[in-house]
């Protein structure tokens, strides 16, 4: 009778101590969002339906072997081409990297 006590007891204080860590963490992460200012929510509505078709129609159009004769296009096509991995679901820097491609790269989108 008392081993089970001091199981239950143990039980109950590791239960405890479980949920007030995970309680710091969500507490901390509801302060770094805080702390980050403005959400765009358009933005994440937006890159939710439209970021994926423009990053693979990007990458397509980007890739550093359509430009393998001119070394100078090849690694602006691989700087974009990295970014764009980085990025691939926001569809704000999406649309950046596009018009940088396209003004960079002179590629028809």
């Given at each position: 009778?008392?081993?089970?006590?001091?199981?239950?007891?143990?039980?109950?204080?590791?239960?405890?101590?479980?949920?007030?860590k995970h309680?710091?963490?969500?507490?901390?992460?509801?302060?770094?969002?805080?702390?980050e200012g403005?959400?765009?929510?358009?933005?994440?509505?937006?890159?939710?339906?439209?970021?994926e078709a423009?990053?693979?129609?990007?990458?397509?159009?980007?890739?550093?072997?359509?430009?393998?004769?001119?070394?100078?296009?090849?690694?602006?096509?691989?700087?974009?081409?990295?970014?764009?991995?980085?990025?691939?679901?926001?569809?704000?820097?999406?649309?950046?990297?596009?018009?940088?491609?396209?003004?960079?790269?002179?590629?028809?989108?």
């Amino acid at each position: 009778m008392v081993i089970s006590i001091i199981e239950f007891a143990v039980i109950v204080i590791l239960l405890l101590g479980r949920s007030t860590k995970h309680d710091n963490k969500r507490s901390r992460i509801k302060q770094q969002v805080k702390s980050e200012g403005d959400i765009d929510f358009g933005n994440i509505v937006n890159s939710a339906f439209g970021a994926e078709a423009l990053y693979k129609e990007l990458i397509r159009k980007c890739h550093p072997d359509r430009f393998a004769p001119d070394s100078e296009k090849m690694a602006i096509a691989n700087d974009i081409t990295e970014r764009l991995g980085k990025n691939k679901n926001d569809i704000k820097k999406l649309n950046e990297l596009k018009v940088e491609a396209i003004d960079k790269l002179n590629i028809n989108l």
